[in-house]
């Protein structure tokens, strides 16, 4: 395991972290036109599983104790107080439109919802979990600058807490369709008014006008905490949504940048485009911390972290221990 090079010069910034937190944030959501359930999108998820009309009510995923929950919005966004995650879909990035949750019987939960649009199914399985240990060790062990002489690098552990998410994008019509799916991140602005769908406060932090923004090949960053974790393959990232995805980005992703974006404008955007046969499925995985973390070993082992290897261990941990 190695640390990226801009990551191993954010060591000295861990406490960084802003010392006040806005309570009962709330999240400001695109309200797209709920559709109605048809053959090619059906309203269950997973057939034989427990599922609700989402339309008027968020899901929450998290672990216990925790006391950061992360809401899934009736759109399908993933809310922490901190961000907004959004997905979109389209060369013309339409908001993502998952009314239907569905949510399996253990815990911590896991959530399902898709949608289906042009023909391309997009179904989400997301989860909480917390990256082990030994993964951010290893990651120390590997270091690329010594520690001071004496230091235990099994010593003040921060074991983030990942929301994970998994895009299954599956083309049902009977000819080849290109599909276009794009993730990004807005503040959940704790100064809007209430939102009736969303019943349960959470923690997070104060909008600030001066934050700056910067990407590595993995990860989308406000200051130097890591906001998301994104998978290789995508043909574009840019700091501001476009109007169309082929649109030429003039952008330099790779500087930290001051984008002067307001509490509701999504950023951090990256896209990924593939034709698919007919029938044929393809899957994204995205890593989001609950808390954005700037300890450049916990973004290692996140970047790192497999979503199979996280959804297996959930159900072999006892509950007594999670």
Do not use: C
């Not at 695109?30 to 034989?48: F, H, L, R």
């Not at 961000?83 to 939960?109: T, V």
């Not at 909480?128 to 290893?138: F, G, L, M």
């Amino acid at each position: 395991m190695k640390i990226k090079p801009r990551l191993t010069v954010l060591l000295f910034a861990l406490l960084a972290f802003p010392a006040t937190f806005a309570h009962f944030t709330r999240a400001q959501a695109v309200s797209p036109t709920p559709v109605s359930p048809s053959p090619d999108s059906p309203s269950v998820a997973n057939p034989g599983q427990p599922s609700f009309d989402s339309s008027k009510a968020a899901e929450q995923i998290g672990l216990l104790g925790s006391g950061a929950p992360t809401e899934i919005t009736p759109e399908g966004y993933l809310s922490t107080g901190f961000e907004e995650m959004m997905f979109f879909s389209g060369p013309d990035f339409e908001p993502a439109d998952a009314h239907i949750h569905n949510l399996d019987q253990s815990y911590p939960p896991i959530v399902h919802y898709q949608f289906t649009r042009d023909g391309i199914n997009y179904r989400f399985t997301t989860f909480a979990a917390k990256i082990d240990k030994s993964a951010i060790v290893e990651a120390r062990r590997h270091a690329k600058f010594p520690f001071l002489p004496g230091f235990d690098i099994e010593s003040n552990i921060y074991q983030p807490t990942v929301n994970f998410i998994r895009v299954h994008i599956t083309n049902n019509g009977p000819e080849p369709r290109r599909a276009v799916f794009a993730s990004g991140v807005r503040y959940s602005d704790p100064n809007a008014a209430a939102d009736p769908r969303r019943d349960n406060p959470q923690t997070g932090e104060a909008f600030n006008k001066g934050w700056v923004n910067f990407f590595d090949d993995a990860n989308f960053y406000r200051f130097n905490r890591d906001l998301y974790a994104f998978p290789a393959g995508f043909v574009d990232r840019s700091f501001l949504i476009r109007k169309n995805w082929s649109e030429p980005n003039s952008q330099y992703v790779l500087g930290v940048t001051h984008v002067d974006a307001g509490p509701t404008t999504p950023v951090g955007i990256v896209t990924y485009t593939r034709e698919l046969k007919p029938g044929e499925t393809w899957s994204l995985d995205f890593k989001m911390p609950v808390i954005p973390t700037a300890d450049p070993f916990a973004i290692s082992a996140i970047d790192d972290a497999s979503f199979d290897a996280a959804e297996a261990h959930l159900h072999e941990e006892p509950a007594s221990q999670r």
